[in-house]
Nanobody, 125 residues
């Protein structure tokens, strides 16, 4: 599975961004996908996850109510996962990574074999 993340950028506090992660290479109907982030001097941490088949979602407490994870499998945007980020805070500044795998512990980074290259989100105060 190849993952391509995009959508990062510079935004002021309180603003919004939408990240995308396009998956290719195989059928991911039974996969779990997630967003992780790694801030300056910090370890990679779980942000949000989704089961591709059922669409069940889970969020870290730090982003619940502000971020929304979703997936789209229509013909034009096949196998694409999104992270809509609203009410951004300076502490959301990080490189955001998408990850995918089957039968993983969805919140645990070490569970995933497939990773995107990361996209930088910078939130200014």
């Amino acid at each position: 599975v190849q993952l391509q993340a995009s959508g990062g950028g510079l935004v002021q506090a309180g603003g919004s961004l939408r990240l995308s992660c396009a998956a290719s290479g195989r059928t991911i109907g039974d996969y779990r996908m997630a967003w992780f982030r790694q801030g300056p001097g910090k370890e990679r941490e779980f942000v949000a996850g989704i089961t591709w088949g059922g669409g069940s979602t889970i969020y870290d407490d730090s982003v619940r109510g502000r971020f929304t994870i979703s997936r789209d499998n229509t013909e034009n945007t096949k196998n694409t996962m999104y992270l809509q980020m609203n009410s951004l805070k300076p502490e959301d500044t990080a490189v955001y990574y998408c990850a995918a795998d089957a039968r993983v512990r969805i919140t645990t980074a070490s569970s995933y074999a497939y990773w995107g290259q990361g996209t930088l989100v910078t939130v200014s105060s």
